[in-house]
């Protein structure tokens, strides 16, 4: 749910607060994801590739890629429940949105938890290969 700049200035100062609150959860959670993802790359840069480090790193990506884009159809929900809390009744409506963009990111979440978990047992076994020798 997109609130207009003037549909925010016109809420009260708990609604304005709750509202932006629960609006920037979404954000949180993705800047989460994309630090890690920066660690990754750290990683890679200090030259440790193929290690448990930096693949936990891309599966926290991931994770957070997919809780991000289910939980922001449950905060569009409910920031349009506290935007219009206080309109009379047969005003107040709850808003939920999916779209094929949603879809798409589920899917590539999904593939970077199964690449990260992939890696992640090349690196056992080529550890336990080393163990042998």
């Known amino acids: ?6 549909d925010v ?8 607060a709750a509202t932006i609150g629960v609006m920037m959860v979404p954000s949180l959670i993705i800047a989460y994801g994309i630090y ?13 590739i193929f290690n448990i480090e930096a693949i ?3 599966k926290a990506f991931g994770i957070a890629l997919l809780i991000q884009t289910l939980v922001s159809p449950l905060t569009g929900a409910a920031s349009s ?5 206080n309109r009379p009744e047969g005003e107040r409506f709850i808003s939920i949105g999916l ?18 978990w992939v890696l992640g047992e090349a690196v056992r076994i080529d550890d336990e290969n080393r163990s042998f020798v």
């Open 36 to 48: 890690r993802l920066r660690k990754m790359f750290g990683a890679f840069a200090a030259n440790s």
């Open 81 to 85: 429940v506290l935007a219009t809390f």
């Open 56 to 58: 936990g790193h891309l």
């Open 99 to 116: 779209s094929n963009a949603d879809a798409h990111t589920l899917f590539l979440s999904g593939l970077i938890i199964v690449i990260a």
């Open 9 to 16: 200035q016109a809420l009260s100062g708990w609604q304005k």
């Open 1 to 6: 749910m997109t609130i207009s700049v003037a």
